[in-house]
């Protein structure tokens, strides 16, 4: 299937275009809730929120015998955020560890959840298939119906972020300080989780229990590596996390035996894998050049301040002097012979003959003053 063949599907393909429309919403709402989660360390309260929402799945189910979204989103929501406040509770008032108290909580949930699955699949009731699906998600089954539901529910997570943006944005790196200010950081705190547990609950049913927390980390882990601002990080994350549903959602529909959920991670997985190596400033790529950089400038000082010192011991600056001399000086560090190449492109250094060097009337004020400073320094030092 050629790219016309999926923009068309995108328009016109009434399941293509509710699944590209439920896994944007979907990417938007958890990336820009990822990114406190992340900057607040709390980025795998997404995993144990997820998985402590199939109970409440199950149990929606079983009190009202319907599959209609809104009723097992508001009974994965209260699963979440029950577990939430237990895991609160027990690093509160225990001596377990946070990381602890997210193991058990996940996998007390988890395995409770799984077990009522498997007794609501032993029931006679036809009604009760397909909710395993939320173990992994079933993208293609969504109506839109349950996109307006996702769509309408992270509207309202995304106006009170906007509306506590200060407190949240407080909290995220100054908890004394918000509370030495008059805020109720315990009530922040459970209001968070609680917008962080809608997030999450609302892409169940396209990505799964399993994989859910991928889309919360993921999107802010690409977006953190970009930049330094906070604004502009929750809006990349939740661009990341809109551009992974949408290409996700995309890549599935142009294959059979492709679901949704995985590659919608995949490709979030991949914009990860991108921004760790070529975002600017923080880029291992970039990083890489500017070391590069670095060290050639090294060299090149070095060859020049070299160059100098030995022109110093003459009656004229202008003395020429082999490179082998400077080779021996610039021993363990290499690349003389580039480094006076450079320089003389720099119309620092002038070439006499194969062998010799000598240092320009600008090449002579340039190295007197990176000596000079580098004398400044060792001073300073001592």
């Known amino acids: 299937m050629n790219l016309a063949d999926l923009l068309h599907n995108l328009f016109f393909d009434y399941t293509v275009r509710t699944v590209v429309l439920g896994t944007m919403a979907l990417g938007i709402v958890s990336g820009a809730l990822g990114t406190f989660a992340l900057l607040r360390k709390q980025s795998l309260m997404g995993d144990v929120i997820s998985h402590a929402a199939l109970p409440g799945v199950v149990i929606a189910f079983l009190l009202t015998r319907s599959k209609v979204s809104i009723v097992l989103i508001i009974g994965a929501a209260i699963a979440g955020w029950l577990a939430t406040l237990w895991m609160t509770s027990i690093t ?8 602890s108290a997210l193991g058990l909580v996940l996998s007390v949930f988890f395995g409770f959840g799984l077990m009522l699955l498997t007794y609501t699949q032993s029931l006679p009731d036809s009604r009760q298939a397909g909710l395993d699906t939320f173990l992994f998600g079933q993208a293609a089954t969504l109506l839109f119906r349950d996109v307006a539901t996702m769509a309408g529910l992270g509207i309202v997570v995304l106006v009170l972020l906007a509306v506590f943006w200060k407190q949240f944005k407080l909290i995220s790196f100054d908890r004394e300080f918000a509370a030495s200010l008059g805020f109720r950081v315990s009530w922040l705190d459970t209001l968070f989780m609680t917008l962080l547990v809608v997030a999450i609950v609302i892409g169940l049913q396209a990505v799964g229990v399993v994989l859910m927390s991928a889309m919360v980390v993921a999107p802010a882990a690409a977006a953190r590596q970009w930049t330094s601002s906070l604004g502009v990080m929750v809006f990349l994350s939740a661009l990341f ?5 949408l290409v996700g959602a995309l890549i599935s529909s142009s294959g059979t035996g492709l679901s949704t959920g995985p590659v919608v991670v995949l490709v979030a997985s991949a914009i990860v894998v991108i921004s ?4 600017p400033n923080r880029g291992l790529f970039w990083r890489w050049v500017t070391r590069q950089r670095s060290r050639r400038q090294l060299r090149l000082d070095s060859v020049l301040t070299d160059l100098f ?9 202008r003395h020429a002097h082999s490179i082998s001399t400077l080779r021996v000086m610039s021993s ?22 194969e062998q010799n060097w000598l240092l320009t009337p600008k090449g002579v004020e340039e190295a007197s003053l990176k000596v000079n400073h580098n004398h400044q320094g060792s001073e300073a030092t001592l």
Request: aromatic residues 6%.
């Open 92 to 99: 509160r008032n225990t001596r377990i560890k946070e990381d």
């Open 309 to 317: 010192i030995l022109s110093s011991q003459h009656n004229d600056m």
């Open 276 to 279: 760790l190596f070529f975002a």
């Open 332 to 353: 363990g560090r290499g690349g003389v012979q580039f480094s006076l190449l450079r320089l003389k492109e720099l119309g620092l250094v002038d070439q006499v003959d």
């Open 241 to 245: 996390g809109a551009l992974s549903g």
